[in-house]
């Protein structure tokens, strides 16, 4: 095995024991990312630079015995973080030059934690899409099948991870942007309970809704992630001041009595019979370490993706207004005057999805309009966390598939927006509700595209998902294998 | 036809916070453009607003100063609309759940009362300026004053005329000051007024058409436009037209409003709760908290002044104008135990001095006590009255105790009676017409005499003494 296909854990020993340099795994990291990325562009920008300084300030603070949790370890950053000198663009034209003058606050705490960044990964324009193919620096593809998509928004961390071509990615889940690209992409993904971890430096697409989270090769990495960026930021004022357990503790235990919930509305038509069959054969691996499963309703479910497609654009709608051209990023070369620049400037700079939902976004909260759409809307919300809430008084676990289908071709949906709305409907209940979901791999399609199995804990749970995702991950006998590029 | 004006005001205050509502920028006026700011009031991209509590206390004064109920929960909205000197897009403000409402505010004219209702008081972030360059097509923005806090208070539509307006402005801005939560500074933007305003007919009860008036920098400029702009929709409506529904601008030099926009060109502010925000929850232990500090306010001031110094309202009127004129007063009212003659000496000859040059009485070289000793210099028959008034100038002038003064040019006051006696009987005697003139019944020449004493003794000779004495040494003999 190459030092890139290795998890952070099995790095960490490797560097501990001196057995590899932070240096050698990142130069098998980069000899991996020319080799591949061409074809499957999962970064906009690469740290080269960056990476190999790191790497031999990590070797040096390794010799002085100065090891931190991360240290000496490549982690990739989605294009939506702000970083400090270095361009973030979130996948836009608008910032296609933009470089912020300050560091996200998980920046700073991978930072701190000893990372080494490997560059910022592509992903769909301002996070709005889910197969990675609305960025203004073209699609991602999906290391499986470089016919097909991997998923989205965060499509180029979850490519990087699954293909070697960094050790663990981070990425920003709004509607299932973290999760469903790392279902597609065969990588464990999760979306932390919305203030765990903060949000301050994360480029806004949906403020209520956006949660920043990691893609790992396994879920002890994950857990190792998360040790690393969860907590209270006092520049976020939607934080929560919580206690962080050390979720590696979690990885051990085991799920022996537990409830498990299975929602039927989760189990819709159009389900892939590949995907709903590997998500019932999951469910007899966790009945057989010891937990009971039972049939639940969230009887809201159906209004999640009308209320998501209400709440998400009306947000965005307001967050997207600073891109004016004035103050930095895209500005037409010519105007007649100040209106006309804001409307050439915001009509180039954007994509055609992006102004889509600014448009639905606008009208959602014009005046007239706000009660019939984002009042409902946001009351429709309260009701469906109320599900949630109802169901985790009985249930420890919910469990559900990731997506309905397998990663489907590129192109195959850009023209039908609905189409392409639909491919987060499993997902997106969790950000509406503010609730943890992991997802894990469990298994293949018979074309070898991976499938995903999603946990749902209720708030601040992350340690349960830990536990049941890491039981699951030991005990599911899946095949092991790898994409071949 | 007779008509009634209804007019209602906003009022933009700048609190007097060291830093940003948002964020922990310096709030100072008159940096170089763009130094206080950093990326979360310039809005960069991922960044995030953290409210500064100071700003949500002194909204709950003002809330408590002027009778308003403070929201156990109130909230953040945006208020969605572009323009340059607006970074992200969007201005931070409260809409649907506002931190105080149902108050009132008590103005007097012409010794009739009358309450004016306040609708609400909110939270909001100031935006920042454009700069327009005279010779080129360009325009510079200066972000130094996007976020700084600021409170808008809204009123009733209670007031009936512009000097009813004006006087509900200059009580608002009293209370402002007094509370020491917002500066006053009308030229520097620190307090702002827009007004609404429409005329209906005599008894009616519905309202009229309104405008919104912009561009007032001065309480005599609201007063002016607020004057113009009744005039200009009386010629309308009596005319038979309508007024139309629009903002219109103030131009000071041409003393006229002008049309800005239409109803048909206003914003659609597409208002929604901040996300980035969470809703704040003022509890009955921070506003009891809130009350017990809130300083006297100027309306209770005059009152208990009137009553408990016997002054009259005008005189309680003028003392009480800041809190710091107050202060003085009752401090040296207070001191020398004489408040009626420490309220004539504050406002005769302390106000003048100050006023000459352009000073505040926080920069007064005299002090309370130093003034009160001259009061009880006078009544000990120290010093005469007439005296003081050249002690009080030198005091004022060098910032000398009135003793120091009074010893130094040798001023102390001459109650001898033999000493008097004395030089009264030189005067009598230097002048037999003019004792004549008095001893036929002409006692008007009894001043006569007085000034020849005060002028044989430097004005030092005691005003009483001599007039008991003089007026025995001239009949007697």
Not at chain 1, 92 to 113: C, F
Not at chain 1, 451 to 477: D, P, R, T, V
Not at chain 2, 380 to 406: F, L, N
Request: overall charge negative.
């Amino acid at each position: 095995m190459e030092l890139n296909q290795l998890t952070i854990h099995e790095l960490q020993n490797r560097l501990r024991a001196g057995e590899a340099t932070a240096l050698e795994i990142v130069q098998a990291l980069f000899k991996r990312i020319e080799t591949v990325e061409s074809r499957l562009k999962a970064y906009i920008s690469l740290m080269k630079e960056d990476a190999f300084e790191g790497a031999i300030r990590a070797d040096e603070a390794i010799k002085k015995g100065d090891i931190n949790p991360l240290t000496g370890i490549p982690i990739a950053l989605k294009d939506i973080y702000c970083t400090k000198g270095v361009r973030t663009t979130c996948g836009s034209r608008i910032l296609h030059n933009y470089i912020p003058p300050y560091n996200a606050t998980v920046v700073e705490k991978l930072q701190q934690a000893g990372a080494i960044f490997t560059g910022k990964t592509n992903m769909d324009e301002f996070a709005m899409g889910s197969s990675t193919e609305t960025s203004f620096f073209g699609a991602t593809r999906n290391p499986w099948d470089p016919e097909r998509i991997p998923g989205g928004s965060s499509g180029g961390s979850a490519v990087a991870v699954a293909a070697d071509e960094c050790i663990a990615a981070l990425g920003s889940d709004t509607g299932g942007s973290i999760r469903q690209p790392a279902a597609l992409c065969g990588v464990v993904g999760m979306k932390p309970t919305y203030g765990r971890v903060s949000r301050f430096g994360l480029i806004a697409f949906a403020s209520s809704l956006d949660q920043i989270g990691p893609f790992t090769k396994d879920v002890e990495d994950c857990a190792i992630i998360m040790n690393c960026i969860a907590g209270y930021d006092p520049k976020e004022s939607t934080s929560v001041p919580a206690d962080v357990p050390d979720y590696r503790d979690f990885l051990s235990r085991d799920i022996k009595g537990w409830t498990i919930g299975v929602p039927k509305e989760y189990f819709i038509e159009g389900i892939d019979p590949e995907v709903e069959q590997a998500v019932r054969q999951a469910i007899k691996v966790v009945e057989g370490l010891g937990a009971k499963t039972r049939d639940v309703s969230l009887p809201r479910t159906k209004y999640c993706l009308a209320v998501y497609y209400i709440v998400a654009p009306a947000e965005a709608s307001s967050n997207l207004a600073r891109y004016d051209g004035i103050k930095y990023g895209y500005r037409t070369p010519d105007s007649l005057d100040l209106l006309d620049m804001y409307k050439k400037s915001r009509s180039d700079g954007f994509g055609a999805e992006v102004k889509r939902r600014i448009m639905l976004g606008t009208y959602a909260l014009s005046s007239g309009y706000y009660d019939a759409y984002y009042k409902k809307a946001s009351q429709v919300r309260a009701l469906i966390k109320q599900d949630f809430d109802e169901v985790f008084r009985t249930c420890d676990i919910i469990l559900t598939p990731t997506t309905p289908t397998p990663a489907f071709k590129l192109g195959e949906k850009t023209d039908d927006p609905l189409q392409m709305y639909l491919s987060d409907i499993l997902t997106i209940s969790a950000n509406l509700a503010g609730i943890p979901g992991i997802s894990v791999p469990c298994g293949f399609s018979g074309s070898g595209l991976p499938i995903g199995l999603q946990f749902l804990a209720s708030h601040f749970e992350e340690g349960k998902l830990m536990q049941i995702a890491s039981a699951y991950e030991k005990n599911a006998n899946l095949e092991k294998r790898r994409p071949h590029l | 036809m007779k008509y009634e004006a209804v007019i209602g005001l906003e009022v933009h205050a700048q609190l007097l916070t060291d830093t940003k509502i948002f964020c922990n920028c310096s709030t100072k006026f008159g940096a170089a453009p763009n130094s206080h700011t950093c990326p979360i009031c310039l809005g960069m991209p991922g960044v995030l607003p953290v409210l500064n509590k100071k700003v949500v206390e002194y909204a709950i004064k003002m809330g408590l100063a002027t009778h308003c109920r403070i929201n156990a929960q109130c909230s953040f909205a945006r208020k969605n609309y572009f323009y340059p000197d607006l970074p992200k897009g969007y201005q931070i403000s409260q809409y649907a759940e506002p931190l105080a409402e149902f108050g009132h505010v008590d103005i007097e004219i012409n010794g009739e009362k009358k309450a004016i209702g306040i609708t609400r008081i909110h939270m909001e972030e100031d935006a920042g300026k454009l700069l327009h360059d005279e010779h080129n097509p360009v325009s510079y923005v200066d972000l130094n004053r996007t976020g700084v806090p600021l409170i808008e208070i809204v009123s009733e539509p209670d007031m009936r005329s512009a000097e009813e307006a004006a006087a509900y402005l200059k009580r608002l801005h009293e209370i402002l000051v007094y509370l020491e939560i917002c500066d006053g500074n009308m030229e520097e933007g620190s307090f702002r007024c827009d007004a609404n305003i429409s005329l209906r007919p005599w008894g009616e009860t519905a309202f009229g058409i309104r405008t919104e008036l912009k561009n007032m920098n001065s309480f005599r400029n609201v007063q002016r436009a607020l004057e113009y702009e009744i005039k200009r929709q009386q010629y309308i409506l009596d005319d038979g037209g309508e007024v139309v529904q629009e903002t219109r601008l103030w131009e000071d030099g041409q003393g006229v409003t002008h049309s800005m926009r239409s109803k048909e060109e206003a914003h659609d502010y597409r208002y929604f709760p901040d996300p980035d925000l969470v809703p704040i929850d003022i509890g009955r232990d921070w506003v009891d908290e809130v009350e017990k500090n809130l300083p006297e306010l100027p309306l209770a001031k005059r009152e208990r002044f009137m009553g408990e110094y016997q002054i009259s309202a005008y005189d309680a009127g003028v003392l009480t104008v800041s809190r710091a004129l107050a202060d003085y007063f009752e401090e040296v009212a207070k001191r020398s135990g004489k408040p009626k003659i420490a309220a004539n000496w504050v406002m005769g000859d302390i106000l003048k001095f100050l006023n000459e040059e352009k000073k505040d009485i926080k920069d007064c070289p005299i002090t309370p006590s130093a003034l009160a000793d001259l009061i009880g210099l006078i009544d000990k028959g120290t010093i005469s009255g007439k005296m003081a008034k050249d002690v009080v100038e030198q005091m004022y002038q060098t910032g000398k105790a009135p003793t120091a003064i009074i010893e130094e040019k040798g001023m102390v006051q001459i109650t001898d009676e033999s000493t008097l006696s004395k030089i009264i009987s030189e005067v009598i005697e230097a002048n037999p017409e003019q004792v004549a003139q008095y001893r036929s019944g002409k006692e008007k020449v009894f001043g006569f005499f007085v000034g020849q004493i005060m002028k044989a003794t430097q004005g030092k000779a005691n005003p009483k003494i001599i007039n008991d004495l003089l007026k025995k040494m001239l009949t007697k003999s």
